[in-house]
């Protein structure tokens, strides 16, 4: 940790610094180090001892104890500090020997580590600082991050952490350290963006060492600081890219400030893919930071299934580069990578789009129109085909730009215009009657390009013979046979009326004479007589056999259906009785779940849950009962006026007779709704 002693100076300047080896810190009153810094966190043992030697012990702790009670104290004894400054260097190499001794106490597992963690010591230490510096809360953090980070150590993990959840090591903090967190920054809000830098850098520091510190204190502060306040990420992504393209040979370092720096995408999906597109796009070509780049899109796109909240932030500058990678062989993503870039593509597309595509289409049209060349790769092909084709039937303006492109993009214009000659039945019609301006306008040029000389003869050829193609479906759509027959069938109706109103009927009218005379109404009537005869006898037969069949029925079933309902009720009778008593065992042995949600959900959650269980309530008491009531209600009078028709007995006579009824009174409406057809129809054509 005393390595890390310039970090203060150089975060707390707003200044971010590449140190190089040989170079020493400055001295002065600005290089005062956190009481949590450098020396500070060997003197924590005091509280908690660590198993080392008392040899170790003496000589790495103690000393750096009296080293720290020297030289952090109050700012009145400032002006002491440049005598002591030449031992400052010697006592910041001292305790080499101590840190094995501290190495040596690791936990097993970061868990472990954390459950071990003395909170009250920790508070004690953040009252101290806040005592010493009550105008300074960049010291308070620091020393907040360097406690944790000191008492946190376990194995150091991969940088990329992909086999943790995305809020890995902060999902293990328990509820009362994460309230300690997050007071002192609420209390720290002003100095948040210079901690973060002094997180990143120290981290980086740590790095440079051999055996180095776990770094699990200060991811957990930086998850904390961003958890809350994401934008701080993203205010100086220039200085984080110039950060890695220093460090572009060192993985490890690339890989730590691209982790800290993705951690605002999970607390919001509009900063995620501003971090993205600001540092990771950039470096998606560089071999060791490609996969983590790529994983990191694709953890951040499954997370927002909402994807409105990043609708702006990709462009055409952004998108484009992004089909190439994901389409283009022989780039320089691996196979499977790409092919993890293709699955994420439609997403992308989404979000470059965005909620009003109808209006952004055009812009998106003249870059794929340019990569649609002959020797393009089949599949990159068929997208951009399909994406042009989507632009043309969203965005009308794509048609003037493609008018104002095609003497530039003559092969590409053939290959689209052949694309939508193939897909002309799906095509809408709006799409069209657009489409048949602009071949027009497509036809006049090629005659022009034609008559100019040899040069582009094979491209021009090629859209010319597409174009006559498209003009030629557009002017032969085949024959309206659906409407031929509608209009035939409405000739021969207004015919049939107007002929049996001049004959006064339909015997003494010319249709029927016709009908006669070439036997079809004849058979008609004979085949009318047997439907009604057949109708009749099935009617008969229905009314004599359905009481009989019926009431055996209900003799058979009556026993099965009681038996059936009185079980039916016993098991939904067990059900509750078991569901009653888990959720009083889910009461009583999980008292912890209601504060662990609390802690998870958000407070505009909790409220609209309960805004929605008032609305429901209020839907049930004031409109699903009454509604309930009212349906029984009616049910029962409706019954209640069965039975009275059936003379106070219900028996299947009874309810033939009232289906006989209905039948009849049903055709006796439809005689009468028919016949008022007619009038109207025949008063219609008589007015004209």
Request: aromatic residues 8%.
């Amino acid at each position: 940790m005393a390595a890390a002693g310039p970090g203060p100076a150089s975060a707390g300047g707003g200044r971010w610094e590449v140190v190089r080896k040989g170079r020493r810190p400055a001295g002065g009153p600005g290089s005062r180090r956190a009481l949590g810094e450098a020396n500070a966190g060997r003197t924590l043992p005091l509280a908690a001892p660590i198993a080392t030697s008392d040899t170790i012990f003496e000589l790495g702790f103690e000393k750096a104890l009296k080293k720290q009670n020297k030289e952090q104290v109050p700012p009145a004894a400032a002006p002491e500090q440049p005598h002591r400054k030449p031992h400052a260097g010697k006592s910041a190499k001292k305790p080499s020997a101590s840190d094995a001794g501290i190495k040596a106490g690791k936990c097993r597992s970061l868990e472990e580590a954390l459950r071990a963690l003395d909170l009250a010591d920790l508070q004690k230490e953040l009252d101290k600082s806040q005592s010493v510096f009550p105008e300074n809360p960049s010291v308070w953090v620091k020393d907040l991050a360097s406690y944790l980070n000191y008492k946190l150590q376990a194995p150091r993990s991969d940088p990329m952490l992909n086999q943790h959840p995305h809020d890995y090591p902060y999902c293990l903090v328990s509820k009362e350290l994460k309230n300690i967190i997050r007071s002192l920054l609420a209390r720290s809000s002003s100095v948040l963006e210079l901690f973060f830098d002094h997180c990143i850098y120290t981290m980086l520091q740590e790095l440079d060492k051999t055996p180095g510190e776990s770094l699990h204190g200060y991811r957990i502060c930086i998850q904390a600081v961003l958890l809350d306040r994401p934008k701080i990420a993203t205010m100086n992504l220039g200085k984080y890219l110039e950060v890695l393209r220093s460090h572009q040979n060192r993985p490890a370092k690339c890989l730590t400030v691209l982790w800290a720096l993705g951690q605002a995408g999970f607390a919001d999906l509009h900063e995620g893919l501003k971090v993205w597109l600001g540092v990771m796009l950039p470096v998606l070509g560089i071999k060791s930071l490609s996969p983590y780049a790529v994983a990191y899109l694709d953890r951040l796109l499954m997370m927002h299934s909402n994807l409105t909240k990043g609708f702006g932030m990709i462009g055409p500058k952004d998108f484009f580069p992004l089909l190439d990678f994901a389409f283009m062989p022989n780039n320089s993503l691996p196979p499977s990578l790409q092919e993890q870039l293709r699955r994420l593509y439609p997403r992308l597309k989404v979000l470059a789009f965005g909620a009003k595509p109808e209006t952004a289409l055009h812009t998106y049209f003249p870059s794929f129109l340019s990569r649609a060349t002959p020797s393009c790769p089949p599949g990159m092909k068929k997208e951009l085909l399909t994406s042009m084709s989507q632009c043309l039937s969203l965005d009308p303006l794509s048609f003037s730009v493609w008018r104002q492109l095609y003497t530039k993009h003559l092969s590409q214009s053939s290959l689209l215009l052949n694309h939508l000659l193939e897909s002309w039945d799906s095509s809408s019609k709006k799409v069209r009657q657009s489409l048949q301006e602009t071949v027009r306008s497509f036809k006049v040029t090629n005659e022009e390009l034609a008559a100019r000389g040899p040069n582009s003869d094979q491209d021009v050829a090629a859209c010319d013979a597409a174009c006559k193609e498209l003009l030629r479906k557009m002017k032969g759509r085949g024959f309206p046979w659906s409407r031929l027959l509608l209009v035939l069938l409405v000739f021969a109706a207004g015919f049939l009326l107007h002929d049996v109103r001049t004959h006064g009927s339909f015997q003494a009218s010319s249709s029927a004479h016709l009908l006669r005379s070439s036997g079809i109404l004849p058979a008609s009537q004979q085949a009318w007589q047997k439907v009604s005869h057949c109708c009749l006898e099935g009617y008969r037969w229905l009314e004599r056999s359905l009481p009989v069949y019926g009431s055996q029925a209900a003799a058979v079933l009556q026993p099965q259906l009681e038996l059936l309902w009185a079980k039916s009720g016993e098991a939904a009778l067990y059900a509750s009785a078991q569901c009653s008593s888990l959720l009083s065992w889910v009461r009583d042995g999980l008292p912890w779940l209601p504060e662990w949600l609390q802690s998870r959900l958000p407070e505009s959650l909790l409220h609209f849950a309960e805004c929605v269980r008032e609305l429901l309530l209020f839907l049930v008491r004031s409109c699903l009962l009454p509604l309930l009531e009212c349906v029984a209600a009616a049910l029962e009078r409706g019954w209640k006026h069965w039975v009275d028709s059936c003379n106070g007995e219900v028996t299947w006579a009874c309810v033939g007779e009232h289906l006989a009824s209905f039948t009849y009174s049903s055709w006796i409406y439809l005689q009468n709704t028919t016949l008022a057809v007619k009038n109207w129809a025949l008063a219609m054509i008589s007015g004209h």
